[in-house]
């Protein structure tokens, strides 16, 4: 068994396992990634992100020939064990991990570029914290052949229509009726079908 030394870390109510594997040593099966963020037997979260330095995966290097800067990767995998582009909060996290662990020095109102599989991401440090630069946003969610969506989430009556949203990651949009609507959904357990 694979000893591993790791940080929680949580933005805006994501929270995420962390851990620094500079020449991508570890071996992230899904499997593997699911065990650590399953938050019964492992020790949860919606994600986890490793940090890897960029020349050490084949997305990396592509990015370090862009821009040398981006000597740190933001390896992220979903708590499903599924790879994902890029997570809004989780790049945040990633920035404060890199900073606390002394992996990177960065004072506020400096900028720190990461690489991601969604590409370069510029991360500034300000006096509360970090923002990050996802880029532009655009409609749709890519891959799906939709537009839209429908959505259904424990506590929500019936399937409600939502507009797909992608930020480097897809994102669906849906309203609510009411406040109290809001607040009784369950959004652990929903569900996205794309609609022709």
Same mark, same amino acid.
Not at 143 to 160: E, F, H, I, P
């Given at each position: 068994?694979?000893?591993?030394?790791?940080?929680?870390?949580?933005?805006?109510?994501?929270?995420?396992?962390?851990? *620094?594997?500079?020449? *991508?040593?570890?071996?992230?099966?899904?499997?593997?990634?699911?065990?650590?963020?399953?938050?019964?037997?492992?020790?949860?979260?919606?994600?986890?992100?490793?940090? /890897?330095?960029?020349?050490?995966?084949?997305?990396?290097? *592509?990015?370090?020939? =862009?821009?040398?800067?981006?000597?740190?990767?933001?390896?992220?995998?979903? *708590?499903?064990?599924?790879?994902?582009?890029?997570?809004?909060?989780?790049?945040?996290?990633?920035?404060?991990?890199?900073?606390?662990?002394?992996?990177?020095?960065?004072?506020?109102? =400096?900028?720190?570029?990461?690489?991601?599989?969604?590409?370069?991401?510029?991360?500034?440090?300000?006096?509360?914290?970090?923002?990050?630069?996802?880029?532009?946003?655009?409609?749709?969610? =890519?891959?799906?052949?939709?537009?839209?969506?429908? /959505?259904?989430?424990?506590?929500?009556?019936?399937?409600?229509?939502?507009?797909?949203?992608?930020?480097?990651?897809?994102?669906?949009?849906?309203?609510?009726?009411?406040?109290?609507?809001?607040?009784?959904?369950?959004?652990?357990?929903?569900?996205?079908?794309?609609?022709?």
């Amino acid at each position: 068994m694979t000893e591993l030394h790791f940080t929680k870390g949580q933005g805006t109510g994501n929270d995420f396992v962390l851990f *620094a594997d500079p020449d *991508a040593t570890v071996d992230l099966t899904p499997e593997r990634i699911r065990a650590i963020a399953d938050r019964r037997f492992g020790v949860g979260g919606d994600g986890v992100i490793r940090a /890897v330095r960029s020349e050490s995966l084949a997305e990396g290097r *592509a990015l370090v020939a =862009e821009d040398p800067a981006a000597v740190w990767f933001m390896d992220y995998h979903n *708590a499903d064990g599924s790879v994902a582009e890029m997570c809004g909060n989780g790049v945040r996290v990633f920035a404060r991990y890199l900073t606390e662990s002394g992996l990177v020095d960065l004072a506020p109102g =400096e900028t720190l570029t990461v690489g991601s599989r969604k590409g370069l991401v510029d991360i500034q440090r300000t006096t509360n914290g970090f923002q990050a630069d996802l880029g532009r946003w655009r409609l749709g969610i =890519e891959g799906s052949g939709a537009d839209d969506v429908l /959505v259904r989430a424990k506590n929500l009556d019936g399937a409600r229509p939502g507009v797909g949203i992608d930020v480097g990651n897809p994102h669906v949009v849906v309203a609510v009726a009411t406040e109290d609507e809001l607040a009784d959904l369950e959004l652990t357990t929903w569900r996205c079908s794309t609609r022709p």
